[in-house]
């Protein structure tokens, strides 16, 4: 009798922690967003939309972006499901764990202690790798800001998913009406936030509590 073993890919100088869905609102999400000089009327709701369609809402270990981790990470990290598949695994699973092999879908993703830094990073890593997303964003062009994606931030994003990103924007566009049309000057103190951003998230929470999203 052949025995079949479970097929294991091997992460190292990672701390891997349990995937753990950690859920978020969307008063919290765009009062955390306001927080970055970035952030303006047109590119806040569509940076909602993608942490929406890349989470659902409920980021695993505050991983906001899906932002993945390397070997070489320094931190905390979450292996996806396919990371390990047996005899039942589905055959979504074992093409994604072919394709985790052929180095063409990630190993681990990043995980952080709470939201403050989970959001920290996934602006710090737009700024950093992926500056023609946040140009694309500013235009206020949900199919501009998709073709955007498609080019570092995921392959897997293309026309298909012009309609979903249209949707949430008109979803969380009024979050965000207030908002300058540009960029604005950094306040940024220590832990990375602004003054500004601070007021409309408690802004964005009293109107929560109102009853007015």
Known sequence: MTVALATVATVTGLDIVPAQRTPL????????????????RHSG????ALIWVETGGTPTAFNVGNITASE???????RPPWFTV???SSDKMRRLNARMRA?????????YSNFAEAFDDFMVQL???FPEVLAAANTGDARAFVDALS???SKDYGPSHYPAFSHHQTRFSPLFSNFPA???????GTSGGSELGALVFFGLLFAAASGAF
């Open 25 to 40: 609102t969307t008063v919290e999400a765009a009062g955390r967003l306001s927080a970055y000089p970035e952030v303006n």
């Open 45 to 48: 709701p569509l940076l909602m």
């Open 72 to 78: 070489r990470y320094n931190g905390m990290a979450w």
């Open 86 to 88: 047996g005899p039942n």
């Open 103 to 111: 180095g063409t879908a990630p190993k681990a993703f990043r995980a």
């Open 127 to 129: 700024n950093r790798s």
């Open 151 to 153: 080019l570092k931030y």
């Open 182 to 188: 540009s960029h604005r000057l950094s306040h940024r």
